[in-house]
C-alpha cells in the first residue's frame, strides 16, 4: 500500500495495556455480511470532510469489499468492530496487517453520532483484542489536517511512530 506524503504516521504501543471498561453497548464484529451497511456508513461520515474526494457510495462500498478482500493488507477480523444502534452500524474500525504489523485502515462514525465517543470505544476494543493476541503495536496513517481523527487518535494514546 503506498501511503500518501500529506498523512501522519501514528503508532500506540499496547504492550502495556490495562484491561479495558466493559464491551461498550452494541459492539460487535464485523462480517462480509456488513459490507453494503459498512459502505453507506463510510459514505456518510466521510462527506464532507477533508479527506472526502467526491466518491459515490457504491464507489464506498467498493472500498470496504476491497478492504475485506485484502487489498488494504490482511484483513483481520477479530479486531474490526462495529457499533449499533437500533440495529444500525453507527461507527466501525477496521483492522488489516501492514508490513506484518496490525493498520488501523479505517474509523468512521456516522454523522448523527459523531462526538459521542463511539469511535474511541471502538477503537479501544480494537486495540484491547490486538493486545490480548500479543500484537505489540498498532499503527495508522491519519490526513494531517483531519482534526476530528487526530484528536480521537490523541485521546487513545497515539504518538507520532517517528518519535515512538
Ligand atoms: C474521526 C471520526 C471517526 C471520529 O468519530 P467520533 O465517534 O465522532 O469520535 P469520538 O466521539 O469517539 O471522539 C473521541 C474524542 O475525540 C475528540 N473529537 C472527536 N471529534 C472531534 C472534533 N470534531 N473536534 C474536536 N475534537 C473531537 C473528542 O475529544 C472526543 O473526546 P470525548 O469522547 O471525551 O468527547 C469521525 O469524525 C469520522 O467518521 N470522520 C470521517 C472519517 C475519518 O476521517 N476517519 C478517520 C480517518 S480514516
Not at 453507527?90 to 462514525?109: C, I, Q, Y
Not at 490486538?130 to 500484537?135: C, D
Request: aromatic share 8%; net charge neutral; glycine share 8%.
Amino acid at each position: 500500500m503506498t501511503i500518501p506524503a500529506r498523512k501522519l504516521h501514528l503508532v500506540r504501543t499496547l504492550t502495556a495495556m490495562q484491561p479495558g471498561e466493559a464491551s461498550p453497548h452494541g459492539l460487535r464484529r464485523l462480517t462480509r455480511a456488513d459490507i453494503e451497511a459498512l459502505g453507506r456508513l463510510f459514505y456518510a461520515a466521510y462527506v464532507g470532510t477533508v479527506d472526502y474526494e467526491g466518491e459515490t457510495e457504491p464507489e464506498a462500498v467498493a472500498v470496504v469489499r476491497a478492504a475485506f478482500d485484502g487489498d488494504y493488507g490482511a484483513f483481520v477480523e477479530d479486531a474490526s468492530m462495529g457499533i449499533e444502534r437500533d440495529r444500525q452500524l453507527v461507527s466501525a474500525s477496521l483492522v488489516t496487517m501492514w508490513n506484518g504489523k496490525p493498520l488501523l485502515a479505517f474509523a468512521v462514525t456516522a454523522p448523527e453520532w459523531k462526538g459521542r465517543g463511539l469511535s474511541r470505544q471502538c477503537v479501544a476494543a480494537a486495540m484491547q483484542t490486538l493486545a490480548a493476541a500479543g500484537q505489540p503495536e498498532l499503527h495508522l496513517f491519519v490526513t494531517a489536517s483531519n482534526l476530528p481523527a487526530l484528536a480521537v487518535y490523541k485521546q487513545l494514546g497515539f504518538a507520532n511512530a517517528g518519535a515512538a
